[in-house]
Nanobody
Framework: VQLQASGGGWVQPGGSLRLSCAAS????????IGWFRQAPGKEREGVAF??????FYAVSVKDRFTISRDNAKNTVYLQMNNLKPEDTAVYCC???????????????????WGQGTQVTVSS
């Protein structure tokens, strides 16, 4: 099982980035995938989650970020629009074990993690 996150970079406030999480060793259809981020000095926080039937977002990113999946490419995307300086963090994706949807932000429910990709939002 491997997860490879990519697509980070530097962008000015109001800009956009699209992150990719390429999965290998398993089929996306069978698992939920979460995007998390961690800023310096802060706890890791859940940003978005997707499985075959549902999508969830953190309040701080709702209406700005969109999570999607391409099963043919076995890849999950995080489209980030209207980025703000407070979105600056290392973003990573993770594969969930079975979990109640209400607990999608709880990191202990994720068994496999990819490496992070840095997102920096500044002028």
């Amino acid at each position: 099982v491997q997860l490879q996150a990519s697509g980070g970079g530097w962008v000015q406030p109001g800009g956009s980035l699209r992150l990719s999480c390429a999965a290998s060793g398993f089929a996306l259809d069978d698992y939920g995938i979460g995007w998390f981020r961690q800023a310096p000095g802060k706890e890791r926080e859940g940003v978005a989650f997707i499985n075959v039937s549902r999508k969830f977002y953190a309040v701080s990113v709702k209406d700005r970020f969109t999570i999607s999946r391409d099963n043919a490419k076995n890849t999950v995307y995080l489209q980030m629009n209207n980025l703000k300086p407070e979105d600056t963090a290392v973003y990573c994706c993770a594969r969930a074990a079975r979990l109640p949807f209400s607990l999608w932000r709880v990191t202990s429910h994720y068994a496999y993690w990819g490496q992070g990709t840095q997102v920096t939002v500044s002028s």
